[in-house]
């Protein structure tokens, strides 16, 4: 298997999947425009910041897999990486207590005016009196948009300094990330214009889609207290610049922003952004989850995912489809032979019916076998009593 690292990976990540067998190249050089150029021959591609556009999946010849050595894949053509059949997978949760201590140093900072003593320091400027006008962060109340798992290590660390921690309930949320936000005293709002008026710090960590884009505005950031601090360290798209600048002229409201719209993709140049300059603005250069230890996390991850795809299993994955296409599932369980499954999928071609996803496991002694098949349409009667009859099948069901 060969894999190419369009960004930078540790050492130790690269060794162990060479001891494992693969031949993996690092070009942490390439870009969006150069990719299409080096990717042709490669099984599997790792990316970070590279985008990855159709161009590039067009231009490949054997890739299977396209991994995101973090969590967010908007960089990726992940629609085009679906019409070729290209898996998209993504490293979730690694990165996150990373991301979670910035967001809870970018409260400080603002707070305590950090970055603005500093340069006044170094300029040569002692003004005790105006930097000893911070409120403190104890007991004051923080709202949180996006409970995954960058949501729940701020919580747990705004929670430890004394903060009340406002939230959204989501009735997907599973039992164990429940059970943790009750223990933290998580308090459920019912709606997102009461949690931002109740909050005197708003932090977002949200995925970059459709429906989250300038998802702060004029609206979003009136509902604001008129002196409350927003944190973004999650995606620049989330945020209408022009809306949250006028917000800042206008109003006490304060930022610490991490990301931001249209911010070079390169890891130095130049970025001239009005908000970025904005005295009212503490800022970092997208550099959440940029620490050692979540680095080492991510590649971690991203090694287990590769490995994992190495033997057939599919982890994290993006854009396969959720929800099968099929309206039925066929049960089959079945002697552990050559061409009894061959003799069931005939039947479902003769039939008509197209597989949407399908497993099979073999039992104990590798004497018997149970295959399980999502299919395009309706299982009939006629169906599964071909099915049936197929010499090897134990029996057939659907459900």
């Known amino acids: 298997m060969k894999i190419l690292f369009a960004d930078g990976i540790s050492e130790s990540a690269l060794t162990r999947l060479r001891e494992g067998g693969a031949e993996c190249d690092l070009n942490a050089s390439l870009t969006a425009d150069t990719l299409p150029e080096h990717i042709a021959g490669y099984d599997v591609l790792v990316v970070r910041s590279t985008r990855v556009t159709a161009a590039a999946i067009d231009a490949s010849t054997s890739l299977g897999l396209i991994v995101r050595a973090g969590a967010g894949t908007n960089t990726i053509d992940c629609e085009r990486a679906a019409e ?25 900072a603002i707070d305590r005016q950090i970055a603005s003593a500093t340069a006044d320091l170094r300029a040569g400027v002692w003004n005790k009196k105006l930097y000893s006008k911070g409120s403190g962060i104890y007991g004051s109340n923080l709202g949180i948009v996006g409970m995954g798992a960058i949501g729940l290590e701020v919580a747990k660390r705004g929670a430890a300094c004394g903060m009340s921690i406002f939230a959204l309930d989501n009735p997907n949320r599973d039992a164990g990330t429940r059970q943790q936000l009750k223990a933290l005293n998580v308090e ?18 949200v995925p970059s889609k459709p429906e989250t884009a300038k998802m702060v505005n004029a609206d979003f950031l009136s509902s604001m207290k008129p002196d409350a601090i927003l944190i973004n360290t999650s995606r620049g798209e989330v945020v209408d610049e022009a809306a949250l600048l006028n917000a800042l002229n206008n109003t006490d409201l304060r930022a610490g922003l991490d990301v931001f719209d249209n911010e070079p993709t390169t890891p130095t140049g130049e970025f001239q952004s009005e908000l970025a300059a904005h005295l009212k ?7 959440g989850a940029s620490t050692k230890q979540a680095q080492e996390a991510v590649a971690d991850g991203t090694v287990e995912l590769i490995q994992a795809y190495a033997q057939g299993t599919v982890m994290h994955c993006v854009n396969l489809q959720q929800t099968p296409a099929g309206v039925d599932t066929l049960i089959v369980r079945h002697d552990d032979r050559v061409g009894v499954l061959a003799e069931v999928l005939h039947q479902l071609r003769s039939h008509g019916l197209y597989i949407a996803n399908m497993s099979n496991r073999v039992f104990t002694g590798s004497v018997a076998g149970i295959v399980t098949i999502e299919l395009s349409g309706e299982v009939s009667e006629s169906l599964l009593g071909d099915v049936s009859k197929v010499d090897g099948v134990i029996q057939a069901s659907v459900r």
Do not use: Q, W
């Not at 993504?90 to 409260?107: D, K, T, Y």
């Not at 459920?188 to 960590?205: E, G, R």
């Not at 603005?281 to 550099?287: D, E, L, N, S, Y």
């Open 84 to 108: 070729r059949g290209v898996l998209v997978c993504n490293v979730p949760g690694r990165n996150a207590i990373a991301v979670a201590e910035l967001a809870l140093g970018l409260m400080f």
């Open 281 to 287: 603005v503490t800022g970092t250069h997208h550099i």
């Open 188 to 205: 459920y709002k019912p709606d997102l214009k009461t949690l931002l008026a109740d909050s005197d710090i708003v932090t977002l960590h």
